[in-house]
């Protein structure tokens, strides 16, 4: 089974802290992606990477970075949080191989309050 | 400009009547769309995709690209429907949108 981790379930930070998340998937795939979860808005693509050291901007990006240093590591960086930014983070990855077999796996989250 | 709408935010219905769960997108290329569930407490997983063309839980969904819809169906619903229901959309380059979601209630 493809595991995808994040490494905290819940987070709690304060105001103009650098905050990380950090996510590791164990299968060798190519794409790696971050999203922000929030209640009536769905799933909000923040970046996402397609190969080791290149990352894609997604809907989203602003007051966020991206670090994919080794394939199996995807990290979301917060330069300085903001309360705005309190909200469910989910990782993803996928093979990037196309047909069918391509589909996003899915980590737990990182519930993360900023106060 | 790439967009998944989900008309509905909230859906309830009787066990045993059937369910759809509607789904918009706007893609000028040829879209790779995907339903995907979110159980409660549970992470989200896919539930199915158009070029599979297959019945996951008996659940169905037929992509129109007249109506640039792809509406997830149910004839029979059951109890363990109920779920938070996305609609994703795979552009050029893997990239992957979602849309808002529907939270389907089934009452009993």
């Known amino acids: 089974d493809v595991k995808v981790t994040q490494s905290s379930r819940y987070l709690v930070k304060r105001t103009g802290e650098k905050v990380f998340l950090e996510c590791v998937q164990d299968?060798?795939?190519?794409?790696m992606f971050w999203y922000r979860q929030d209640p009536g808005l769905g799933l909000r693509l923040i970046y996402f990477?397609?190969?080791?050291?290149?990352?894609e901007k997604g809907d989203i990006p602003e007051g966020y970075s991206v670090s994919r240093e080794k394939k199996e590591r995807f990290s979301l960086i917060l330069e300085s949080a903001s309360t705005n930014q309190t909200s469910m983070y989910l990782c993803?990855?996928?093979?990037?191989?196309?047909?069918?077999?391509?589909?996003?796996?899915f980590g737990s989250g990182t519930q993360l309050s900023v106060l | 400009a790439q967009r998944v709408t989900q008309p509905e935010k909230l859906l309830s219905v009787f066990k045993g009547a059937p369910v759809e769960l509607k789904c918009n997108y706007s893609?000028?290329?040829?879209?790779?769309l995907f339903w995907y569930v979110q159980y409660s407490r549970q992470r989200l997983q896919l539930l199915l995709r158009?070029?599979s063309r297959e019945s996951i839980k008996g659940f169905t969904a037929d992509l129109n690209k007249g109506e640039t819809s792809f509406h997830l169906k149910k004839p029979f619903a059951q109890e363990e429907d109920s779920a938070m229901y996305y609609c994703?959309?795979?552009?050029?380059?893997?990239?992957?949108?979602f849309g808002p979601g529907t939270s389907l209630s089934v009452i009993p």
């Open positions: 893609y000028s290329g040829s879209p790779e």
């Open positions: 994703a959309l795979e552009t050029s380059y893997d990239k992957v949108i």
């Open positions: 990477s397609y190969d080791v050291k290149m990352k």
């Open positions: 299968m060798d795939h190519e794409n």
């Open positions: 158009h070029i």
């Open positions: 993803a990855s996928s093979p990037g191989q196309g047909g069918m077999d391509e589909k996003l796996f």
